[in-house]
């Protein structure tokens, strides 16, 4: 890593960030009112989504990291930042801006995060990684370890950081698998371009009919269990799209992933009955003191987990699906990433 040079860098997805020159602006005066250089401007593609823009940011000595974009391009970002000591900032143009929520990163006021990515509070936050075995056919999306160089896992590993291996994904919201994966698989881009949310509450919808799995399940290499679920989900902090509170006890910097079983039965009344104790969740009620069994949410912490299904399901990390796979394996790399924050 090189010496700090007194520049941030801004990686940016150019499909997400519409009026590019006005951001520039905005930004560039809040780097010379933080007493910082003229920031520099990289672009992230299709085939670099920003992990590897990050690491090389990083090794030119850049003394903070503004991600701008969507959930993917943050976690892309991420990725090429854990464990290196520099500072990562989020300017959220994306429908979820999952991150940024649980981060009092305001989604609808550009100027106020851009602040906050210069002036705000800054605190170290877990990473989480996850591989992922036995696709049906090729995966939708490549690993984020795929784009981690040699030179950069070095890095990491002076820094005492595990690094990740090339089949590796990471997340720092949530993965998941079932009902979860084929929410985000369906959900269709155009409509999310055209009107947001509604565009999961369609895929929600849609994804009521995901079957039940039969999963394998053991955390911290030593706890088994089998659970029939419509999805199994990996937490890192507790709020998700519409404010909804899944994990209400997930803490990003705990070192834990709250790892929650979703399962319903008696088909409508069972979906209802679950997302109604997951909305009551958001205002301070525990599953366990709601009427109903048609409904579970159930949570237990563990900081590794390993998964496994008899017939492919869908996947989702952070919100972009992978496609139909059987096995998971995840690990939490513990306050590897400093970040800005409101």
């Not at 990562?88 to 801006?97: C, D, K, R, S, V």
């Not at 950069?152 to 997340?171: I, M, T, V, W």
């Not at 409508?268 to 109903?292: C, E, H, M, S, Y």
Request: aromatic share 6%; hydrophobic share 40%; proline share 5%.
């Amino acid at each position: 890593m090189a010496p700090k040079t007194q520049t941030p860098y801004v990686i940016y997805n150019p499909a997400k960030v519409a009026k590019v020159h006005t951001l520039r602006k905005m930004v560039t005066i809040a780097a010379t009112q933080a007493g910082l250089n003229e920031p520099v401007w990289i672009q992230t593609t299709e085939e670099q989504p920003g992990t590897l823009q990050a690491t090389q940011a990083v090794a030119d000595g850049a003394d903070l990291v503004l991600a701008a974009g969507g959930d993917g391009t943050v976690r892309a970002v991420a990725a090429g930042l854990a464990g290196t000591g520099t500072p990562m900032a989020i300017l959220p143009y994306g429908t979820g801006n999952l991150l940024s929520r649980n981060l009092h990163v305001p989604a609808d006021n550009i100027q106020e995060a851009i602040d906050i990515a210069f002036f705000g509070l800054e605190n170290e936050i877990d990473i989480a990684w996850m591989k992922v075995n036995g696709f049906e056919g090729e995966p939708e999306i490549p690993p984020e370890g795929t784009y981690i160089t040699t030179q950069h896992k070095e890095l990491l590993k002076q820094r005492g950081f595990n690094p990740p291996s090339e089949d590796e994904y990471a997340f720092i919201v949530i993965a998941g698998q079932g009902w979860d994966g084929r929410m985000m698989s369906e959900t269709n881009s155009n409509l999310k371009s055209r009107v947001g949310w509604g565009a999961y509450v369609v895929a929600g919808a849609k994804a009521l009919t995901a079957p039940r799995m039969r999963t394998f399940l053991e955390l911290d290499a030593g706890r088994k269990y089998v659970i029939n679920s419509r999805s199994i989900l990996f937490a890192n902090c507790s709020s998700l799209m519409l404010g909804v509170v899944l994990a209400p006890d997930a803490k990003l910097n705990d070192g834990m992933l709250d790892v929650a079983t979703l399962e319903t039965s008696d088909g409508l009344v069972g979906w209802a009955d679950l997302f109604t104790k997951i909305a009551a969740q958001g205002v301070g009620i525990k599953n366990d003191v709601l009427p109903g069994t048609s409904g579970r949410l159930d949570f237990i912490q563990a900081a590794t987990a390993h998964s496994l299904v008899k017939d492919a399901h869908p996947i989702q990390v952070d919100g972009d699906p992978l496609g139909n796979a059987r096995e998971m394996r995840v690990r939490v790399d513990h306050k590897a990433l400093r970040i800005r924050h409101g």
